[in-house]
């Protein structure tokens, strides 16, 4: 699929999505760069915003199967991933997959489940795969990961470890609507009898599958790849950061702005896209300084700071 057939089919799936969750534009482009680049999608926010709507809802507009973990402390790397169970008429044990073994999975409330249990997400991020009882299996393709935490009510959590959160390509929140959207919200929900809304399938696997390789065509100046990699190089050397972003992240940060291209339905990068999702993509990776969190100095800041320090390039 070349580029404008994959812009197409992405303003296919927004409009579609569109029709049952109310939020911004860029929210929903943020969560698309993850389909996209391949990657994993972190939204936090406040319950009843619209979060599991919004996971469901791109998950059938794609033409994805769909699967919801609801993460809580008693929950085991197990109940995630699957386990093997005897079956007594073969006399041999056979694997029972989890709820992993889904294209879209929602991981919900993420931080609810104690640190083993979300290492059992790592490898699945990571590798699209799971091993059990020395066993490997490979998770159906494409696989996205969506996953959701809850930044106000922090008692009984575990915060996700540096490496966990590293493996997220953005980071973002849906907000609250404005009036004119809550009021909209309303309108929709007197218009039916079912509490959620419907949405139609837009693609397929295939078609997914496809869409997720027109990124890899859209071309990238030399002075781009600098620009990223000064960025990246910038928030190591702040005194507000304890660490900087890796060298994944800036890989990421690559991914992303090809697929923010691709959104636009350019064949070429410009310093606006880059621009434009260093926010979403690098802050989440920052680890800052114990002074600067006394300080309320936020993750936001730092990169807003180092976009203004870096030179921007001129790309013709």
């Known amino acids: 699929m070349d580029i404008a057939a994959a812009s197409e089919a992405c303003d296919d799936v927004f409009d579609t999505v569109r029709g049952a969750v109310i939020a911004e534009d860029e929210f929903l482009e943020r969560v698309m760069l993850g389909v996209l680049s391949r990657g994993h999608v ?33 929950l085991l790397p197990s109940d995630v991933t699957g386990t093997n169970i005897f079956n007594e008429q073969e006399s041999s044990f056979e694997f029972s997959q989890g709820p992993i073994f889904a294209n879209v999975v929602l991981a919900d409330e993420i931080n609810r489940a104690p640190p083993k249990t979300q290492a059992a997400l790592l490898e699945a991020m990571e590798e699209a795969q799971v091993t059990v009882d020395g066993d490997t299996y490979q998770l159906p393709k494409p696989f996205f990961v969506i996953a959701t935490q809850n930044p106000v009510e922090q008692e009984g959590t575990f915060p996700l470890p540096e490496a966990q959160v590293d493996r997220f390509i953005v980071k973002t929140a849906i907000g609250y609507p404005d009036l004119d959207g809550e009021v909209e919200l309303l309108r929709r929900r007197v218009s039916r009898e079912a509490r959620s809304p419907s949405v139609e399938r837009v693609l397929s696997e295939e078609a997914v599958l496809d869409i997720r390789r027109a990124p890899e065509t859209v071309r990238v100046d030399e002075d781009l790849l600098t620009y990223m990699a000064e ?15 890796s060298p994944r992240g800036t890989q990421r940060l690559l991914e992303a702005v090809r697929s923010q291209a691709v959104l636009r339905g350019r064949e070429f990068v410009t310093p606006d896209d880059v621009k434009r999702i260093c926010q979403p993509v690098l802050a989440h990776r920052l680890v800052l300084t114990p002074d600067a969190k006394v300080n309320d100095v936020s993750k936001a800041d730092v990169v807003d700071d180092v976009l203004g320090d870096v030179t921007v390039p001129t790309v013709e």
Not at 43 to 72: C, M, N, Y
């Open 231 to 245: 960025i990246a190089q910038a928030t190591r050397r702040d005194r507000r950061v304890a660490i900087g972003v």
């Open 42 to 74: 972190l939204l936090e926010d406040v319950p009843g915003t619209g979060k599991t709507l919004t996971a469901r809802s791109i998950a059938k507009a794609l033409g994805l199967s769909f699967s919801r973990i609801q993460f809580t402390p008693d």
